[in-house]
């Protein structure tokens, strides 16, 4: 009867089309993958996986719990329009305190992840009291001197989350040396990011903890690069592209800044470039900008986290008279300061970067306050870049604690201690994560009198 119905063609290609259900998907080409992939934003509930890859297509990710092997979560997405073909994409339905591993598909086809395994470990639930750790650093200059030693460092201590607060990469450092139309300048700075993103020693923290991204100078133009920059958007573009950051800006305010929470403590990133008045402008108005500086105290102010980070690529608190420093900006500066303690914003701390050596600076209220707390803040610079020479060591920071630290180093927070008695640790460490400087800060030092 069948034989009847179809004929003899017609039951070929149909066994033809049975037999081929049965083939296993084949497995994607290894350079499919060009960078990646790389966990981003995580919270409690969810996380952002980022990957670039080679061609255009349809990719599926699956999310999959670790310790069941019960797949949790997928998600479709057309990876399309030019190169650089992108994926960023929030995976939902997560669990808090759980680590998951990826599956994906390009195109029905099973895509095989470059080593080591990632591993999504998710968030504590909001304001929940945890034990954890996170990392940060700046001024890396990966096709420079270098990464492996430190880096190997930074994931032996197997940090939550890694905040790589600019200069990540170094643009040419004259503006002359970019290309002249703006398709190309989004071209160039997508090339320096995708190199970043290949970085074989960054692999393993790729894969294992949640990366933040931010600019300085260095990676979002020519040196001491402002809102002057002729490829401001370009930069933003295309640095979008490459961090899988919570948010970027506001939407009538484009930028790098955002926030993020881990437990009982909030994260506020800073962009230091795209609303910095040139440092020749002898009014120095702005580094921040107005509309970012009023989302960072609607944030501030609408915080209940223990602990409040606030991090920048340049320096917020300490005093400079010849590097880049918010003090260059003293009416934002001190504006600033004077509304954090007449508003009883408790909790807060600074880490920073670009100086090319690491340093820990508590400032005392100034006037005399006794109301007031003193304000901390740790810089670390450089990862991988070559530290700073011996004339910049020896400019004098006033408010300096300890001696600085003059070679290459990240920094780390350590938070601890039960409800009521919450702690964070405070650390530079050398590129072999030896421990340069420390620092123990209780919460209840961080709010006034």
Not at 52 to 65: A, P, R
Not at 72 to 82: F, I, L, M, R, T
Not at 172 to 181: H, L, M, R, S, Y
Not at 293 to 307: N, Q, R
């Amino acid at each position: 009867m069948l034989a009847k119905s179809f004929g003899l063609s017609g039951i070929m290609v149909l066994a033809a089309l049975l037999l081929t259900s049965f083939i296993p998907a084949t497995p994607a080409k290894a350079d499919d993958i060009v960078a990646g992939p790389m966990v981003g934003h995580v919270t409690d509930k969810s996380a952002r996986v980022w990957m670039q890859l080679s061609t255009s297509g349809e990719l599926s990710v699956s999310c999959i719990e670790v310790d069941s092997g019960r797949e949790v979560s997928g998600v479709k997405v057309d990876v399309e329009g030019g190169s650089p073909f992108i994926f960023d994409t929030p995976l939902n339905n997560l669990l808090p305190n759980k680590n998951y591993r990826i599956e994906v598909k390009l195109d029905d086809r099973i895509l095989k992840l470059p080593e080591p395994p990632l591993v999504i470990r998710t968030a504590p639930p909001a304001g929940e009291i945890a034990t954890f750790n996170i990392a940060f650093g700046s001024c890396m200059n990966p096709h420079g001197r270098g990464t492996a030693p430190i880096f190997k460092a930074v994931t032996a201590l197997e940090p939550r989350a890694f905040l790589f607060l600019g200069n990540s990469g170094y643009l040419p450092a004259k503006e002359e040396a970019f290309p002249t139309t703006r398709r190309a300048a989004f071209r160039f700075f997508c090339d320096l990011h995708s190199k970043i993103k290949t970085e074989p020693d960054l692999q393993q923290l790729f894969h294992s903890a949640s990366c933040y991204g931010i600019w300085d100078d260095h990676d979002f133009g020519p040196n001491d690069s402002n809102r002057t920059w002729v490829y401001a958007k370009e930069s933003q573009s295309a640095f979008q592209r490459f961090w899988a950051n919570p948010d970027w800006g506001e939407p009538d305010n484009p930028g790098c800044y955002c926030n993020f929470s881990i437990s009982d403590v909030d994260f506020f990133l800073l962009d230091g470039r795209m609303y910095r008045d040139p440092e020749t402008d002898p009014a120095r108005k702005t580094m921040l900008g107005q509309r970012q500086l009023e989302w960072l105290k609607k944030g501030l102010k609408a915080s209940d986290a223990t602990f409040k980070i606030i991090a920048c690529g340049s320096q917020t608190i300490a005093d400079y008279s010849k590097s880049d420093s918010w003090s260059h900006y003293p009416d934002e500066q001190q504006d600033f300061i004077k509304w954090l303690h007449k508003n009883q914003i408790g909790g807060v701390l600074f880490i920073s970067g670009n100086r090319n050596l690491g340093e820990l600076t508590i400032k005392k209220p100034a006037g005399g306050d006794a109301d007031a707390y003193p304000l901390v803040e740790l810089t670390s610079s450089p990862l991988a870049a070559k530290p700073a020479p011996d004339e910049v060591l020896a400019v004098p920071n006033p408010d300096r604690s300890g001696d600085a630290v003059g070679e290459n180093n990240f920094g780390t927070l350590d938070f601890g201690g039960p409800r009521g008695k919450r702690f964070v640790t405070l650390r530079l460490r050398d590129e072999a994560g030896k421990i340069k400087l420390e620092q123990t800060v209780f919460a209840g030092q961080l709010h006034s009198q």
